[in-house]
Each structure stands twice: as C-alpha cells, then as structure tokens.
C-alpha cells in the first residue's frame, strides 16, 4: 500500500468509523470502549507503518483531486514532527480509550462520549498531516469543536458548560486570527502548500524581507498561543477542568494544547532566526511559564493544579522554540521537542491518576485528601514517578529536557550578551523553582499528612486493572525513557528536529554529563524550591487576598465582563429587532421586498405595465389559472384547518400541471414531491390542533393585512409580466452561456439541473446547509422538550 494511502487512512479511519459507534453500541452496550479502543489502535498502528520512512530521512506527500475545477485536493505530508504528534495523539489515545472504561460510568451516554473521542483524534491527526494550511485550518477548527463537545460533555453542569464554551470561544477565535495570518503568508507566498514553502529557500528569504512579515507572525501566532493557552489565552484551560478526567488526560496533556506547539514549531523554518521570533515567542512563553507556574499554588483542585503546571510546562516548550538567533536559528528546537514528548507521559499519567483519586476519594479538593499513600500504594507510586519528572528529578525523563532546558537558556543568554547572559538562565530556574515545588505539593497534598476522615468514603483502594495499567504504562515510558533516552531520540526527536532546522542532527542525551553549569543550576533549583515549598501555604493565601482586593487584575474578569456585555447587547438589539410575533416579522420582510423591487423600476424608468402583452392564450390554460384562483381564495377563506390545507394542496397539484402544459416536466416532478410531502407534514400537525380557527380578527388588522397582501401580490405580478418582455437593457441574457456550455463544462443535458447542481452548486450547497442547521434547531427543540417532561 502506498505510503501517502496510510497517512489518509490514518485520517479518515476515525471519522469513520465514530459515525459508525452508536451502531456497534447496539451490539458492545457497555463494552463499546474496546470498540473504540481497537479504531484508535488500528491508526497507531498505521503511522506506526510509516514512522521508518521518517526516521530514515524521508517525507511523505500524496494528495486527492477533489474538486478539479475549483483546483481544490485534499494533500497529506508527513515529516518528523506530524509524525511525533501523530504518534501522541494515537498512542495517547488508546491508553485513554483503555482508562475510560474502568472510568465512566455504565449509567453515562457511552457511545456520545466514544464518538466525540474519535473525532477529535481523527482531527487531530487529520491537522497535523495537513499538506496546505486552508486544510490544515479546517482540522485545526474541528479539534476546536470537538474539544467542545468533549469539555461539555456533562451538559447539565453549568461549569461544564462554561468551560466548554471559553474554551471554544478563545481557541476559535484565535483560529480565525491564524487563518488571517495564512492568506497574508499566501500573499508572500503565492501558494497555500506547506512543503512547498517550507523546501524552497527563496521562499523563506522573501518571508524574511517582506513588508507583511511582522503582521503575518503575530497573527499565525495568536491562533497558536490561543491553542496552547499561553499568554492571556491561558485562561481557558483551567475551566476547561470540569470535563472528565480522561478527557482532561487526553486533550490538556499530549493533544489539543500541543496543536500550538506543533504550529510554532511547523513555521519555525519561515520565521526564525529573526528578533521577532524570539521576542514574540520565548518572551511569550517566559512570562506565562512564571506566571502560571506562580498562579498553581492557590489551587485546591487537584486538577486545576495539573491545568497550570500543563500552561507553565507548555511555555518550558514555547520558550524552547523561540531561542534563535540569526547565525543559529535552531537553538531550543531539540530540547524543546524532547520536552514534548517527556510531558506528554509523565503528565498524561498524573492526569489519571487525579481520575484516580476523584474515582475512589469521590473528591478533587486536596484539602480534603491526605494520607492515602497506604491505601493506595500502586497510585502512590505511580504519581510519585510522574511528578517526579515533572519536578526534573533524576532518574526520569523530565530530568534530560530539563537540563536541556537549561543547557540551551545558557546558550541563547551567551548569543544575545549583558544583560540576558544572566536574566535568560535566571527566568528558566525561576519557572524550574516554582514546577518542583507545585509537583511536590501534588505528592504531598494527597498521599501525606493525616488522613481525613470527613466527607471521604470509609474505605479508599487502589482502582481495577483496567484503569491502574494505563497510568502505570505511562509510569513504564516516563523510566524507561529516562533510563534509556536514545529510543524515543532515535525515533523521534531527531527526525523531527532534523525535519524543523533543516539539516542533519545527532543527539547524545544522558543521564550524567559531568558537574556541567546546567546540573548547578538543577541543584539551585532543587534547593530554592524546597525553600520555596515551606512557604507554599503562604504564598497561596497571599494570593488569595491579592486576588479578591485586586479582581480586575485577573484575566478572567475581563473575558466575564466582555460576555456579559455581549449578551446584553444582544438582548438589545433582539427587543428592538424581534419585539413580537412572527406575523411582524414576515410583513417586515414582505415590505422591504416590495420597496426594494420597486427603487430599480423608478429609477430605471421603466413602464410598470409593458405596452405589449401577449393574450393569446387556449382555453384549458384559462380554466387552469381560473382553478388556481379560485383554490387560493378558498385556502384564505375556508373556516377549517382540513378544508384550507386541501384547498392549498389543489393549488400546488394546479401549479404542477401548469408547469406540464409549459412542458417542464422535470419541475412538475420537483412540484408534484414537494406539494405531496408538505401535505403530509400538514395534516400530521393539524391532527394535534383544533379543526376550527379560533382567533377572532380584529377589522384594523385585516386591512393592513389585505393592504400588504394586495402589494406583494401586486409586486410579483409586475415581476412576471415584465419578464416576459425579456431582458431590460443595459443587462443582458445568461441563457446563451448555460447552454452552450452545460455538456462541455457540466456533463449534462438538462440546462435547468445542470445550472442548479453545477453552475449554481455553492448556492444550492447553502439552501442544503441552511435546511440542516434547521433540522438540528428542531431536533434540539424537541428533544429538549423531551427531557423536561
């Protein structure tokens, strides 16, 4: 099978079959987690094909013509880095997918909850083997919609609610600013194809000297801190909490924040080596790394913890991306993206293991937990190795990228000089301080002190297999490769590095390097950060009374204060716009239709009446239009629901065999479905309503009702009869082109289907997209109807 065929697989493989999950559920019932833990084993399974290809040097590139005449292809690339993330999302996946079943319960909606699990995946894989940035843009806004749906996944929870939408709200948005950025780098460009530019060195030489250089990095890169809640962004990771914990474990440790990361370091290649880079991008990430690994110590819930150590641990990355100078574009790439992956297993296992403790404590309140290290012992170790690594302790994986961290901080500070040889060190064993001393505080906040008795269950053990092996695998990968780093190195972290500079690299990662200035440093931290840890309590309650004397420092209040404006000014315009009934609303509409046909008549001075009307017309076409008079004035008239819709259906099935006479039978087909199929709608409504009307009609209110009748009525008359008389110049006919060109350019013979489905496909693509949101309006109405009764 061709290379370019599996990475489509590996898309698409997902999407499929989540669509087909609520079908399996009728057959697995409880059991469709296996089911969906074998799709997502299926697609680690086929990038697992395609990583030698990688790892050997290579790329991979294939694409599918969809729309040839809108020049539009769905094209994959594959490299070191979408492989990486890849791998992660797959990988990480199927570990989650395994958790969720000893984690959800057999009472929650499994298959909705399994299915938006899959469509995220397939999003996320489908982003990051996106050839062209408009199809990189697509997946990107799906992973935010799913996100959605997944944060929001207990929907009667007001917190989950809110959650979900900051999150979708911050992170779409974002997403729209980046789109911007891609046109603009299209305009530089002339293209939107990813390996296009990211191979071709003028190309990269012609970003650099652009005048729209600038905008086009801020942009591209707010959609990406957005994503990876950095800056003011980050405050939508922390509500983002109130999903389920595998959900939490999944996207906010090893997927959908690594989205940002994977875009920095996708255009790393377009953008570094430049002030800009470094400023915008490192100076981003050590302002949130410090800020948001201070702003961890006054959280009590277990998970909000992980929430800001995965914001600061994500700025540790981001920071990592930004050292560059012009002589050495590439200085954090290495570490940053051995970083990457080191955080995608120690956190995705702490992560499970405040599942965990939730699942058996029945609480994420640290304040109530302590002393559990007895009764739990197997999660006690297990948190203890990835909170370990996540503090930078040897023997574990967080200890390598820290001190890679540190190693390329000494770099990028001795390129730039006084001052930064000092502050550039100094930020990065700040943000090492603060991260041991919330990891400890997670060890020590649950499993030591005195065990509580007051609202924990009597009896707290460790969990069933099924959730205990994910996080102890997890557990294995954060050792393992600590012990041994060239696995994961050799696999991965030098192609895709390789892949991001754009040059060969050969890495020598170990455990002891000697007593080098990074391990001082790592010792400076171990130090302060005990320190810093007697002081924790502290420093939390001092935050606390900061916070609540100062609320209008916090970036939540003004993301609060923007919404609630923007509701009350909908509210506004909605008194103003819809004050009353849908009867309002229609004979606004209809009015405005009739000042708007009628400003181009006046101006264009043309008779209301054409001088030559045609009357020559048969006598069975007469009785016809005289049958279709009389059926409409008794649809109006009739005093009965059953009479009037026939009398309405008569007119339809009339207009049907007008359009027969005309000889346009494929109309009268189209007239003759869709009258039959509103009858039948009718009457299934009319069945549950009184037969009689029973609104008593005021005499005011049926004059201005005729008034308005009578000049729609008027309107369209005028409208017809003067298309009869052809084409009004200046304009001139269309005709000539649909036919001429409806075999040549459509394949078809029927000028009228040709021009609805081809020459008018985006327009009657809308008509479809609009009639479907409806449907899922009503769907949504009634079901929310249902629950309430």
Known sequence: MDSSTIVMLAIFIPFIFAFLVPVASKLLKQRIGWFAVAIALLTLFLILKITPIIVHGDTIYGEIVWLPTAGLTFNVYADGLSVLIGLLASGIGVIIMTYSNGYMSTKEDLPRYYQYLLLFMGSMIGMVFSANTIQLFIFWELTSFTSFMLIGYWNDKPESIYGATKALVLTAIGGLV??????????????????????????????????????????????????????????????????PTPVSAFLHSATMVKAGIYLVARIHPLFAGTDAWFILVSGTGMITMVVAGFLAFRQTDIKAILAYSTISQLAYIMTMYGYTTYHEPGIGVAAATFHLVNHATFKASLFLVAGIVAHEAATRDIRKLGGLRKEMPLTFIIACIGAFAMAGLPPFNGFLSKEMFYESSLEMGVALGSPFTLLIPAIAVMGGVLTFAYSIKFIDGIFFGRRQTRGLPEHIHDPPAVMLIPAAFLAALVILFGLFPSIPVHAVVEPTTAGIIREDVELHIKMWHGFTTPLMMTIITFMIGLGVYTKYGAIAAWQDRFNLRYPKISVNYYYDLLVQNAQASARTISSITQPGTVKTYMSALILTVVVLVGIPIILLGADIIPQSLNFDIAVYEVLIMLFMVIAGIAAALLPAYLPAIIALSALGYLVSLLFIYLKAPDLALTQILVETLSTIIFLLVIVKMPQKFRESIPTTTLVRDLIIAGAVASTVFIILINATQGIIPPFESLSHYFIENSITLAGGRNVVNVIIVDFRGYDTLGEISVLCVAAFGVYNLIHSRGNKT
């Open 178 to 243: 980046m789109l911007a950025g891609f046109l603009l780098l299209q305009v530089i460009t002339g293209t939107f194809d990813i390996p296009t530019i990211l191979h071709d060195e003028s190309m990269i030489q012609a970003i650099h000297g652009h005048e729209l250089f600038l905008i086009t990095l801020v942009l591209i890169f707010i959609g990406a801190a957005a994503k990876s809640a950095q800056g003011p962004f980050y405050i939508w990771l922390p509500n983002a909490m109130e999903a």
